[in-house]
């Protein structure tokens, strides 16, 4: 029973968890790219950025509604389906969420209805300001998160007092700044920033695929691809960097992503495709380029890395879903990559508005950050199993006391509520973009003009209608 | 007592205080949510969800700030209570998907309206309902066995907490109603106006069972209330009541517009004063006082730091947010 309502918790934890996390990578990144936006609006007067603004904080206000509803319910999961792991390790993470509240949510929350209804209000300069707020906002909030997360990672700062419960040892910093921290946190942030950048390329290239002389395709198309081909590399040194921290606080998980079962003291391959096993303890049909997996670890093509089989098997994750997700997230990010250089190609041609090819392959690559969000999300979360507090609290511990009819209901409520409601919000947001962006960003005429003001994100047109009204 | 022990009444009171904030200002939105089928479709709606969009978010955070500071300051009772109502915690986050997605789909899909604007309506009712059976259900008690919740998946249900639930439905619809009260002005006003009084009423009558009822559960609420010398002290809540409830409805009766939910906020809070008197030091009833359930100190104490000087930057850019909003909605077009 204990066994049924343990991988229903954790399927509902996944499906719930995949499902938020989407919202924030898309919200972080287009906050800021709303506020660069802003910015560029204010300094150049340049109303095009102007339009941008308002088209895009139209499709922010309904992800952003739906990351906060999906984000409540993770709240609240923690003690619903693994009350033993928030009473033991409450007193180390349950600070660093609420600090998240207090420094994040709140920010997020008092100026978001500034932002989305309250230009009429207080003005060009108050608004920036509250535009900012909401975009730091939602980087407090995923420093805090992420720091929460790289405990559970690599704990560190604490002792296990006589209830069982860690608890600081001292001071915070350890705990808060423990060791993959700034690792997992650059990571994530830029991923936010490159899917956001994906998706507003992907709407940009869409409309130019229609109207290659479009100033609104042009000007956003442009603006994604630039972003797109600076922070791509960077990512890839990053995910480096971030991987080579694994390999010292958690080498079973990096063995796992790299399927290797055996030691290799002379170096080891790198393996690029193959079906790995638990039972077998093997990759079968395994495609590898000798040495390769050494140079990108070890930056050494003979540096010897220890194999799956030294460590006791109860400790190894599924290595098949951490291989997979891994190597789904790494193609794509090179996917990327290849994105980001071909349009400085088609940049330096002058070329960026004309090539369909690669707008073609633009709006391909828009759910791509997505993807390997969540793929990258699967690796370091599965890679972390078989325990929540890695090394030190076991999953199958961490559970609450559950029947396994109940998780199984809640499992399925979810599931439903979710497909319907974020299916149907997506669709609305797909419907968004196919639109384009136009001098006049105004809401349907349904909407009561009286309460122009507080409807969403109306409220940003109704001064742009009154001065282009009156000139 | 140790400092361990002043931190843990410290904590207490902050969390109250983040319930509390929640209570009254989710519970507006919430009561607006559930009173909306009354409402007439097109201005009146329009009005009423105007009335609370550009706040809801923030207002639902205290209820993240309540979860998440309980999970900080008091893992223990965190870890028993939220299993214990395990179906009510997860209706109410499906209740509240359904009413925050609304905000902006009731917009997005005007062919569909109606079925969101039900959705708004059904997945407020069902929070404000989860939340009040959650209350009656801790009041009512919950089974411990070692440090973990003991009992079955439907402990919670009980005629008892049946009415707490719906009397907490009738408490946020009552918010709701004086919000729109203070917050409209026609057709819509007037509706609130008519609502409100009958919902005063209701509220009143279900204050009344639920704290009659209440001593019955167990000695231990009985000898709070009204054994010599508490009851001296503890009298003063019902005879606040009732000064507060007369108040109410004749604030009602003469067409005031900002007192009628001021009133009823402070009958929110008279409530939990009383609810104060009911549990407090348990966290728990009779199983886990906030003493066995807290964090040790240098937990507290750390976002202690964090709450000493951010909460009060939160409630000034609150109140701002809500200045910036003031007066009626609908009356300030712009054109």
């Known amino acids: 029973m204990a066994f049924d309502a343990l991988h229903l918790a954790r399927a509902q934890f996944a499906f719930t968890m995949a499902f938020h996390f989407v919202f924030p990578a898309f919200s972080i990144g287009l906050s800021s790219y709303l506020m660069v936006l802003e910015a560029l609006w204010l300094k150049t007067g340049n109303a095009l950025y102007l339009h941008l603004f308002k088209y895009w904080i139209k499709i922010f206000a309904v992800a952003f509604g739906m990351g906060v509803v999906s984000g409540i319910v993770m709240a609240y999961q923690f003690g619903t389906n693994w009350s033993a792991f928030s009473n033991r390790a409450g007193p180390i993470i349950g600070p660093l969420m609420a600090y998240e509240v207090l420094t994040a949510f709140f920010l997020e929350a008092g100026f978001l209805g500034v932002m989305l209804f309250g230009m009429p209000k207080v003005g060009k300069a108050l608004h920036f300001f509250a535009t900012c707020m909401v975009a730091v906002g939602t980087l407090i909030s995923a420093t805090w998160i992420i720091s929460t997360n790289s405990w559970m990672q690599t704990p560190a700062g604490f002792v296990v007092n006589a209830k069982g419960q860690f608890v600081p040892a001292g001071s915070w910093l350890p705990i808060v700044f423990n060791p993959s921290f700034p690792y997992r946190l650059v990571h994530t942030v830029i991923a936010s920033y490159l899917t956001t950048a994906l998706v507003v390329g992907a709407v940009g290239a869409w409309h130019l695929l229609k109207d290659r002389t479009n100033p609104h395709a042009r000007l956003m198309f442009s603006m994604a691809m630039w972003m797109a081909a600076c922070v791509a590399p960077v990512q890839i040194l990053a995910g480096d960097q971030h991987g080579l921290n694994t390999l010292e606080h958690q080498p079973v998980k990096v063995l796992a992503m790299e399927g290797d079962f055996d030691p290799s003291p002379g170096g080891a391959p790198l393996v690029l495709f193959g079906l790995p096993s638990n039972e077998d303890a093997t990759v079968h049909d395994r495609i590898a380029i000798p040495h390769l997996g050494s140079l990108i670890l070890k930056h050494d093509l003979h540096g010897p890395l220890p194999g799956l089989k030294e460590f006791a098997r109860d400790r190894w994750p599924p290595v098949p879903v951490v291989f997979w997700s891994f190597r789904i997230m790494v193609g794509l990010g090179l996917l990327m990559l290849a994105l980001g250089l071909w349009s400085l190609a088609a940049r330096a041609r002058k070329r960026l508005y004309d090539s369909r090819l690669l707008h073609r392959a633009a709006v391909l690559m828009g759910p791509a950050g997505f993807v390997a969000v969540i793929a990258g999300w699967v690796t370091t979360e599965v890679g972390r199993q078989p325990y929540t507090v890695y090394g030190l609290l076991r999953t199958a511990d961490s559970l609450s006391p559950l029947a396994a009819p109940a998780v199984a209901s809640s499992l399925a409520a979810f599931v439903l509520v979710y497909f319907t409601v974020f299916g149907l919000g997506a669709a609305y947001l797909l419907r968004m973009m196919s639109r384009l962006p136009t001098p006049f960003e105004v809401e349907p005429p349904h909407i009561p003009q009286r309460a122009a003001g507080i409807t969403p994100a109306a409220g940003i047109d109704a001064p742009a209608h009154r001065a282009e009204a009156k000139p | ?335």
């Open chain 2, 1 to 335: 007592m140790s400092s361990s022990a002043d931190l843990s009444i410290v904590w207490m009171l902050i969390i109250a205080f983040a319930i509390l904030a929640y209570v009254v200002m989710d519970g507006f939105d919430l009561g607006i949510g559930m009173l909306f089928p009354t409402l007439q479709v097109g201005a009146e709606r329009d009005q009423a969800m105007n009335a609370v969009a550009p706040v809801w978010d923030g207002n639902e955070t205290w209820l993240v700030l309540g979860g998440g500071a309980l999970l900080a300051a008091f893992p223990l009772a965190y870890s028993i209570i939220l299993p214990a109502t395990y179906p009510l915690m997860i209706a109410m986050l499906l209740g509240l998907v359904f009413r925050g997605v609304a905000f902006e789909f009731r917009w997005r899909d005007p062919e569909h309206r109606a079925y969101w604007d039900a959705g708004f309506s059904i997945g407020s009712a069902l929070a404000a309902l989860s939340q009040g059976i959650t209350l009656g259900a801790i009041l009512q008690g919950i089974k411990v066995t070692n440090h973990a919740y003991g009992g079955a998946w439907l402990d919670w249900l009980s005629p008892f907490t049946v009415l707490t639930g719906v009397s907490l439905m009738l408490g946020y619809a009552l918010l709701g109603s004086t919000w729109l009260v203070w917050k409209t002005e026609g057709s819509c006003q007037a509706h609130a106006r008519r609502l409100a009084l009958k919902l005063g009423l209701a509220t009143l009558a279900a204050m009344a069972c639920v704290s009659a009822a209440t001593p019955y559960l167990h000695n231990d609420y009985w000898r709070r209330w009204f054994s010599m010398p508490n009851v001296l002290y503890t009298a003063q809540v019902p005879l606040l009541v009732i000064i507060t409830a007369a108040a109410l409805l004749w604030s009602l009766r003469r067409g005031a517009e900002r007192l009628p939910f001021l009133m009823t906020l402070a009958l929110f809070v008279l409530n939990f004063i009383g609810l104060g008197v009911s549990l407090f030091p348990y966290l728990v009833p009779r199983e886990v006082t906030i003493w066995d359930a807290a964090a040790p100190v240098s937990s507290q104490r750390f976002l202690l730091i964090g709450i000493a000087f951010i909460l009060p930057v939160i409630m000034l850019y609150t109140g701002w947010a809500y200045w910036v909003f003031r007066g009626k909605v609908g009356t300030e077009g712009y054109h």
